[in-house]
């Protein structure tokens, strides 16, 4: 299929659509309207379900039903909304069922505004709705990689009956990009074992995240976690650029990540020898290899566009053992390449330190500029 | 012992949509009542293989262990629009809701307003108690005036904790409802009317006609603090006068179903 120039969030739409998304229930927000409104007109046009529910809250419960029928379905939705599903989040990830959720994040927090951000890491990452669970979280840089991720998305779902987050910014989701789609997939004929279906007499279903047995609750929490384990294991998913004989490691993730790539060229043609890794899936989070530059890098910048929430998964993987520096821009502000080719210098010429935290840093440098 | 010619008949069984074991609802509990009627619909109807529940947060939230049917259970609130999900995906099947009033007319409203204005083609089952009974007797949307509960001890006092909601009155305002109606659980007369009430709205689904709702007001002994027949003498005084029995929405096309 021939490459052709399209929005991010239409691509996602049109992406999960062929991929063979089932049935679609979402609410409007912006960055991240335009997913629902391709929809909305795709899916009944080719006989599937989409509905405007009556709030976010209305739409991932929805997604949760439709969920236990064990076929595709999806919500989408930006940072405010998203905070309204973490209940249905939660009883997802409780009742093992999967299903796929599209955040296009915007500046935060409260209303914030519609500008993009990477302020939602800590809550897809790290929960965000109630006890232990994981989502695998899967963070595109580009319409193309989104187009990708979002066809895997599904199927990592349904292979580990889990909960899987696809996290982009308003950028990803407002830039139109030269992007293949992917080719249609048929919908999905076979009902899993454990799907409700309607059976009635004594063959009959029950999906439910309660366990008034704290033991029995406690051996269901313990299968989540190996799960998750394995899916550390099986699952992580980063890209490397000119890593090979990097003395400095840059780190960032979506837009953040894309910009600094620009940045990291740009430090090459001045003879700095410095790399960028980029981790695809934010959950699981690429330890090893980031334990392997730790190694060999003399320090790090993380960059970010929140006020370090990855930087903390960074820094316990590198554990003090190099320095690790900070750069991030908040509230809907997207750093210049320049702002981060600046730090990659500033991390060139030193001094450096494993003392004290780098967001303090990061924050004193700031306030000279920004007040 | 004399032995009669006269053949034995089976006047009563357990409905097939009834599991067999033993409930967990208080003794003079109305909730198994409803079950059961629910259970007697279905299998009547030949739905109960076909049929998928949704069961709430609230004293029936392990419905599900009592019906021989698919179920799922839902958020404190969110049964429409799970039911939703399932519906959509599945249009052919029986989905229906079991909500209490707390789930129902307090922290579920927008889903169920939702679902109704929707004409979602979804049956809602809503248990009616005048309190939250699973939590121990607080104060529900459906508390009458008056009315002590755990949490309003010396009465529901409306200047500061407001009215009760009728939601089968307010429901049935709406454009997308199809059969709104409300019955009750106090006596076997009322019972019969109620099943032929979870009757209609099962057909009504079984039609393609739309979003139908049952209102059952029911008893709550133990946390009213009653016995079993104070506890329906209490229901037939006090929440009738509040809470009139009746057809508060029949669609044009309900009209013309015929059972
Ligand atoms: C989000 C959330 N808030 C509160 C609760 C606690 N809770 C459990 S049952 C219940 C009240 C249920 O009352 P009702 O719906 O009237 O059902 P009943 O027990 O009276 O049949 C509450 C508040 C909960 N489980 N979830
Ligand atoms: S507390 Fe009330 S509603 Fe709950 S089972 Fe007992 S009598 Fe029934
Ligand atoms: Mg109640």
């Known amino acids: 299929m021939a490459k052709e120039l399209i929005k991010g969030n239409t691509a996602v739409a049109e992406a999960a659509l062929r991929a063979g998304l089932e049935a679609y229930f979402g609410y409007p927000i912006t960055p991240q309207t335009e997913l629902l409104e391709h929809l909305s007109a795709r899916m009944p046009e080719i006989g599937r379900p989409f509905v405007q529910a009556e709030s976010e809250l209305g739409a991932i419960n929805m997604v949760y039903g439709a969920a236990c029928t064990g076929k595709r379905v999806m919500t989408s939705s930006s940072s405010p909304g998203v905070s309204l599903m973490m209940e249905g989040l939660s009883y997802i990830a409780g009742t093992e069922v999967p299903a796929v959720l599209v955040d296009v994040v915007r500046g935060g927090p409260g209303l914030g505004n519609i500008a993009p951000a990477q302020g939602d890491y800590n809550q897809i990452v790290h929960g965000g ?171 790090f910048l993380v960059v970010e566009m929140n006020a370090g929430q990855m930087l903390e998964d960074v820094r316990l993987v590198v554990r003090g053992r190099k320095p690790v520096e900070f750069f991030g821009r908040m509230g809907g502000v997207v750093p210049y390449p320049d702002e981060v080719l600046t730090e990659i210098e500033r991390l060139v010429d030193g001094p450096l330190t494993t003392e004290g935290h780098p967001r303090d840093r990061w924050l004193a440098r700031l306030s000279e500029t920004i007040g | 012992m004399v032995m009669t010619d006269v053949p034995a008949k089976i006047v009563y069984e357990r409905p097939e949509a009834l599991d067999p074991r033993v409930t967990h609802y208080c003794p003079g509990c109305t909730h198994g009542v409803a079950h059961r009627l629910v259970a007697e619909v279905l299998d009547e109807m030949g739905e109960t293989g076909n049929t998928i529940g949704v069961a709430s947060v609230g004293c029936s939230v392990f419905a599900y262990n009592y019906f021989n049917i698919d179920f799922v259970e839902a958020a404190h609130g969110r049964a429409p629009a799970m039911a939703t999900g399932i519906k959509r995906v599945y249009p052919d099947r029986t989905v229906f809701t079991y909500q ?158 015929k059972i």
């Open chain 1, 129 to 299: 709705g109630h006890g232990d669970y994981h989502m695998l979280v899967l963070a595109p840089a580009s319409v193309q990689e989104a187009v990708d991720l979002t066809v895997l998305a599904f199927d990592l779902a349904e292979k580990y009956r889990n909960l899987v987050a696809v996290l982009m910014d308003g950028s990803i989701g407002q830039m139109m990009e030269p992007a293949e789609l992917p080719p249609f997939q048929p919908l999905k004929t076979d009902i899993p074992d454990w799907a409700v279906r309607g059976t009635g007499g004594g063959e009959n279903r029950v999906l439910t995240s309660i366990n008034l047995d704290p033991p029995a609750q406690e051996v269901m929490n313990l299968r989540l976690m190996k799960r998750w384990q394995e899916i550390e294991k099986n699952e992580v998913r980063y890209k490397g650029y000119y890593l090979e004989d990097a003395e400095y490691v840059v780190v960032g993730f979506g837009t953040a990540g894309r910009i600094s790539l620009s940045a990291v060229r740009a430090a090459r043609e001045q003879g700095i020898k410095v790399g960028l890794l980029r981790p695809i899936t934010l959950a699981p989070f690429p330890k090893d290899v980031l334990d392997e530059l730790t190694e060999k890098a003399k320090a």
């Open chain 2, 100 to 257: 209490g009033d707390g789930d129902l007319a307090s922290i579920g409203m927008g889903e169920i307003v939702g679902a109704a204005s929707r004409g979602e083609g979804i049956t809602v089952i809503f248990i009616n108690n005048a309190n939250y009974g699973m939590t121990g007797g607080q104060m529900a949307p459906t508390t009458l005036p008056g009315q002590k509960t755990s949490s309003s001890p010396t009465g529901r006092d409306t200047k500061r904790q407001g009215y009760p909601i009728q939601t089968a009155e307010m429901l049935s305002t709406l454009e997308g409802s199809s059969y709104i109606v409300r019955r009750s659980l106090h006596s076997s007369r009322e019972i019969r009317r109620a099943k032929q009430a979870i009757r209609t709205a099962f057909e009504v689904q079984k039609h393609g006609l739309g979003f139908s709702l049952v209102e059952l007001l029911s008893t709550c002994p133990t946390n009213w603090g009653m016995s079993a027949a104070g506890a329906r003498d209490w229901l037939e005084e006090r929440m009738l006068p509040f809470y009139p029995l009746g057809d508060y929405k029949i669609s044009p096309a309900v009209a013309e179903l």
